[in-house]
C-alpha cells in the first residue's frame, strides 16, 4: 500500500490527476482517498494506462451520464462528492469528457469565502492602525499596562496573520483553477481588430469614437438604453476595453440593436452557446473574478419586437435580486465599518481638533462613504425601476 499526502491536492486538479495517471503507469492503482486528511492510497499491480479526471457532483450517489459510459467512463473511487472517473482509451480517442461545473461552483463559493476573510481582516487592521495613527499624530498620552493574560492578543494577531496569508494563497490557487476551467471565450466573437497604430489613426480622424463608462455595472439598465442610443444616432459599438470601462465606436448608418447586460457567477460554454443560439452576440466578458459580467447584443428590424435576453419577468427580477445582493453584501459592510470610523474621527477631531492626519482621515473616509454606498445605492435604484417597469407592463 502506498499513500500520497496531498494538502491542496483540489487546488491543483490537473496536477492531481497527473500524478494518479503517472502511478497507474508505474503499477501502482488507486483504491482510495480521504477528502478530509488528504490522503491517497495505491496499491502495487499491473502496469496500466489510464485517463482519469475529478469530479464533484451534487449528490454523493449520482451516476455518470450514459454518454460518458458509452464512451468508457467509469467512476474509479469517490469520497464524499468527489470522485475520481477513470477511462482506459487514450485521451487523444475520447469524445467526452466528465463536466468540470461542479468543481467551478465549490471553488467560487470558497473563493468567496476566502474573499470574505479578507475583507473582514483588512478592515480589522484598517481600524486599529487608525486608532493608532490619530493616538501618535495628535500626541496623546498611551498608557501600557501589563497584563497577565498577554499571549492572549499576540496568539490572536499571529493567528490573524497566518489566516491572511492563507486566505491570500487560497484566493490565489482557487482563481487560476477556476480560469483554466471557464470557458469565457466567445468564438463566435470575432472583430475585425484594427492595429494600435491604425486605431489610432481612425480616433485622430474622429471615425472611432472612444467613450468612458465607469461603475456601469451598478445601473446595467442605463448602459443598456445608452449604447442603444448611440446604435440608432449611428455608432456602432466595435470593442469594449479589458476593463469594461472604455468603449470604442465606429461612425456607420443608424441601427436598431438591443444591448443586455449580464451578471453570471458562472459563465461556461453551455452559457455562451444557448444564448449564441437565439440569435445573440457577445461583445464583452469580463476578466474579473469578483464580477462577472457579459454584455450581449442582437440586432432587429423596425418591424420587430425589442428582444430580451430573457423573456421571462419573474427571472429578470430574480436575476436584479442577485446583482443587489451580491453588491450590498460585498460594499455594505465596508460602508458600515468606515462610518464607525467616521465618527470615531469626527469625536476626536471635536475634542482636539480636525488638524493632521485627522482631518486627511476623515475626508478620505467620508468620501469612501459616498463612493461605497453609491455603489449600494445605484444597484437597490436598478432593482426599483426593473420592478417598477415589470408591475407596469403586467398591468397592460
Same mark, same amino acid.
Given at each position: 500500500?502506498?499513500?500520497?499526502?496531498?494538502?491542496?491536492?483540489?487546488?491543483?486538479?490537473?496536477?492531481?490527476?497527473?500524478?494518479?495517471?503517472?502511478?497507474?503507469?508505474?503499477?501502482?492503482?488507486?483504491?482510495?482517498?480521504?477528502?478530509?486528511?488528504?490522503?491517497?492510497?495505491?496499491?502495487?499491480?499491473?502496469?496500466?494506462?489510464?485517463?482519469?479526471?475529478?469530479?464533484?457532483?451534487?449528490?454523493?450517489?449520482?451516476?455518470?451520464?450514459?454518454?460518458?459510459?458509452?464512451?468508457?467512463?467509469?467512476?474509479?473511487?469517490?469520497?464524499?462528492?468527489?470522485?475520481?472517473?477513470?477511462?482506459?482509451?487514450?485521451?487523444?480517442?475520447?469524445?467526452?469528457?466528465?463536466?468540470?461545473?461542479?468543481?467551478?461552483?465549490?471553488?467560487?463559493?470558497?473563493?468567496?469565502?476566502?474573499?470574505?476573510?479578507?475583507?473582514?481582516?483588512?478592515?480589522?487592521?484598517?481600524?486599529?492602525?487608525?486608532?493608532?495613527?490619530?493616538?501618535?499624530?495628535?500626541?496623546?498620552?498611551?498608557?501600557?499596562?501589563?497584563?497577565?493574560?498577554?499571549?492572549?492578543?499576540?496568539?490572536?494577531?499571529?493567528?490573524?496573520?497566518?489566516?491572511?496569508?492563507?486566505?491570500?494563497?487560497?484566493?490565489?490557487?482557487?482563481?487560476?483553477?477556476?480560469?483554466?476551467?471557464?470557458?469565457?471565450?466567445?468564438?463566435?466573437?470575432?472583430?475585425?481588430?484594427?492595429?494600435?497604430?491604425?486605431?489610432?489613426?481612425?480616433?485622430?480622424?474622429?471615425? +472611432?469614437?472612444?467613450? =468612458? #463608462? !465607469?461603475?456601469?455595472? &451598478?445601473?446595467?439598465?442605463? @448602459?443598456?438604453?445608452? *449604447?442603444?442610443?448611440?446604435?440608432?444616432?449611428?455608432?456602432?459599438?466595435?470593442?469594449?476595453?479589458?476593463?469594461?470601462?472604455?468603449?470604442?465606436?465606429?461612425?456607420?448608418?443608424?441601427?436598431?440593436?438591443?444591448?443586455?447586460?449580464?451578471?453570471?457567477?458562472?459563465?461556461?460554454?453551455?452559457?455562451?452557446?444557448?444564448?449564441?443560439?437565439?440569435?445573440?452576440?457577445?461583445?464583452?466578458?469580463?476578466?474579473?473574478?469578483?464580477?462577472?459580467?457579459?454584455?450581449?447584443?442582437?440586432?432587429?428590424?423596425?418591424?420587430?419586437?425589442?428582444?430580451?435576453?430573457?423573456?421571462?419577468?419573474?427571472?429578470? +427580477?430574480?436575476?436584479? =435580486? #442577485? !446583482?443587489?445582493?451580491? &453588491?450590498?453584501?460585498?460594499? @455594505?459592510?465596508?460602508? *458600515?465599518?468606515?462610518?464607525?470610523?467616521?465618527?470615531?474621527?469626527?469625536?476626536?477631531?471635536?475634542?482636539?481638533?480636525?488638524?493632521?492626519?485627522?482631518?486627511?482621515?476623515?475626508?478620505?473616509?467620508?468620501?469612501?462613504?459616498?463612493?461605497?454606498?453609491?455603489?449600494?445605492?445605484?444597484?437597490?435604484?436598478?432593482?426599483?425601476?426593473?420592478?417598477?417597469?415589470?408591475?407596469?407592463?403586467?398591468?397592460?
Amino acid at each position: 500500500m502506498k499513500k500520497v499526502w496531498r494538502p491542496f491536492w483540489s487546488y491543483d486538479i490537473q496536477k492531481t490527476e497527473q500524478m494518479i495517471s503517472e502511478l497507474g503507469q508505474e503499477g501502482y492503482l488507486l483504491v482510495r482517498m480521504n477528502r478530509w486528511t488528504r490522503c491517497f492510497f495505491f496499491e502495487k499491480g499491473m502496469p496500466t494506462a489510464l485517463s482519469c479526471q475529478i469530479g464533484y457532483s451534487r449528490l454523493k450517489n449520482e451516476t455518470l451520464s450514459e454518454g460518458l459510459m458509452e464512451d468508457g467512463w467509469r467512476k474509479g473511487v469517490q469520497s464524499g462528492r468527489w470522485y475520481i472517473a477513470v477511462n482506459e482509451k487514450q485521451p487523444m480517442l475520447l469524445k467526452t469528457f466528465p463536466s468540470r461545473e461542479g468543481i467551478i461552483k465549490r471553488s467560487l463559493q470558497c473563493k468567496y469565502l476566502f474573499a470574505s476573510i479578507l475583507i473582514y481582516l483588512s478592515v480589522i487592521a484598517i481600524f486599529i492602525a487608525s486608532m493608532f495613527s490619530v493616538s501618535f499624530f495628535q500626541n496623546t498620552s498611551v498608557e501600557v499596562e501589563e497584563s497577565p493574560l498577554w499571549f492572549i492578543p499576540i496568539t490572536a494577531g499571529a493567528l490573524a496573520i497566518i489566516l491572511g496569508m492563507f486566505s491570500v494563497y487560497s484566493f490565489l490557487k482557487l482563481n487560476k483553477l477556476i480560469k483554466s476551467f471557464s470557458e469565457n471565450q466567445d468564438p463566435s466573437k470575432r472583430n475585425e481588430a484594427f492595429s494600435k497604430e491604425r486605431e489610432k489613426h481612425l480616433i485622430n480622424e474622429r471615425e +472611432l469614437i472612444v467613450k =468612458r #463608462k !465607469i461603475g456601469w455595472m &451598478y445601473a446595467p439598465d442605463q @448602459l443598456e438604453k445608452w *449604447l442603444e442610443e448611440k446604435e440608432r444616432k449611428g455608432f456602432h459599438l466595435y470593442r469594449v476595453s479589458r476593463t469594461g470601462t472604455v468603449f470604442y465606436f465606429k461612425k456607420g448608418n443608424p441601427r436598431q440593436v438591443r444591448y443586455c447586460a449580464d451578471y453570471q457567477n458562472i459563465s461556461n460554454e453551455q452559457y455562451y452557446e444557448m444564448h449564441r443560439d437565439a440569435g445573440w452576440k457577445s461583445v464583452f466578458t469580463s476578466k474579473s473574478s469578483l464580477q462577472k459580467w457579459t454584455i450581449w447584443s442582437r440586432a432587429y428590424g423596425a418591424l420587430e419586437e425589442r428582444p430580451n435576453l430573457y423573456s421571462d419577468k419573474i427571472h429578470r +427580477l430574480k436575476h436584479a =435580486r #442577485k !446583482i443587489v445582493f451580491s &453588491y450590498s453584501l460585498l460594499f @455594505l459592510p465596508i460602508t *458600515l465599518v468606515y462610518l464607525l470610523n467616521l465618527s470615531i474621527f469626527i469625536s476626536n477631531g471635536s475634542n482636539f481638533g480636525f488638524r493632521g492626519l485627522n482631518a486627511l482621515n476623515t475626508v478620505m473616509y467620508t468620501i469612501c462613504i459616498f463612493m461605497f454606498g453609491s455603489f449600494v445605492l445605484r444597484t437597490w435604484l436598478y432593482y426599483g425601476r426593473l420592478k417598477k417597469s415589470s408591475a407596469g407592463q403586467s398591468h397592460q
